[in-house]
């Protein structure tokens, strides 16, 4: 979906005031753009020192698909209104409250407004074609208003500040879903999602592994740095493929033997201290081939004989932690 982008020029050797480079106001807007064919259907302005886009004349880019304001100071969206031949919209790293002037932007596919100061989830009801929606760290408290989106596949909100999963249910064509780094203690409200393939929930409050049995198309789970005890409820996600379970609170590994397309299994900072049960639980999964086990009892406990061990209990495996296995055992 990207298109070739133009830059507009930027003064970013630091010469002269921060003021020299900066767009303040329409004065000086126009000229900003000057260099830009009025054909061209992406501009970006990373690092613009921008703190408007008002009076930037944006407008006269008819064919204008691609609007790329990363690390401004931008703090209102609503000059982009009249661009309604967006599809895709990235405002990451700037001074942005609210979310609005997106009413008339029925073409837009991609908007990311990660890295602002937005506490609600809003104005995004026209929004129908919208396929990627970032909102990572800002400050929203709640998922809602999202039912329209019925074409969304993808949706990261992490590093903010909800509680509750839910107002996903009108989701069905979501694919990738990233809620990491919040408040959330419960997986749930999750059963629409049956089209989900990946599912990040790292660095939350989690206990228990719930909720997940009719995600039956799941490829690849996260949910590092939780407080989780066992690994449970996984009897219906057979394409797994990678699972992480890293620094929980896990004594023992349990219900993956059927996962039998998984590839990948991260467990490092648990409680794990036998090997026996690493083999009855794994050594059958012929697909296996990465495992992170490092930061365990069983590793800190025999340092020397820790990958030989393994090695011998997963002869499958190609990579323990960072390493690459060799061909064979002797």
Not at 63 to 76: P, S
Not at 258 to 274: R, T
Not at 299 to 318: E, F, G, H
Request: one cysteine or more; hydrophobic letters at 35%.
């Amino acid at each position: 979906m990207h298109m070739d982008k133009v830059t507009a020029p930027v003064h970013s050797d630091g010469s002269g005031s921060e003021s020299e480079g900066s767009v303040h106001g329409s004065d000086t807007c126009e000229d900003f753009l000057s260099g830009i064919d009025l054909e061209d259907t992406a501009i970006e302005l990373t690092h613009s020192r921008l703190n408007t886009l008002g009076g930037l004349g944006l407008e006269r880019f008819s064919k204008l698909e691609y609007l790329g304001c990363r690390r401004n100071q931008i703090n209102d969206m609503k000059p982009i209104k009249e661009l309604k031949t967006l599809r895709e919209v990235d405002l990451y790293d700037n001074r942005i409250k609210h979310i609005e002037g997106l009413e008339e932007l029925e073409e837009l596919e991609s908007l990311d407004l990660s890295f602002n100061k937005i506490r609600k989830i809003e104005g995004l009801e026209k929004l129908h074609k919208l396929r990627e929606l970032f909102l990572v760290s800002n400050k929203i408290h709640t998922i809602e208003n999202l039912a329209v989106l019925s074409n969304l596949r993808y949706l990261e909100l992490g590093a903010n500040r909800i509680r509750e999963i839910c107002g996903l249910d009108q989701l069905l064509q979501l694919e990738q879903l990233f809620l990491g780094k919040n408040k959330i203690s419960k997986l749930e409200n999750l059963e629409q999602l049956q089209k989900l393939r990946v599912l990040s929930i790292q660095s939350n409050r989690i206990s228990k592994m719930e909720g997940l049995e009719e995600l039956q198309n799941l490829e690849e789970l996260y949910l590092s740095h939780n407080a989780i005890s066992c690994i449970e409820g996984l009897e219906n996600n057979v394409k797994l493929t990678i699972l992480d379970v890293t620094s929980n609170q896990l004594s023992e590994l349990s219900g993956i033997k059927h996962l039998e397309h998984l590839e990948d299994l991260w467990a490092s900072g648990n409680k794990l201290d036998d090997f026996d049960n690493i083999e009855k639980e794994c050594g059958g999964i012929n697909s296996l081939q990465t495992v992170y086990f490092e930061f365990n009892p069983l590793q800190r406990s025999q340092p020397a004989n820790y990958r030989r061990k393994i090695m011998l209990a997963l002869p499958q495996v190609t990579q323990i932690d960072a390493t690459l296995c060799r061909s064979t055992v002797s």
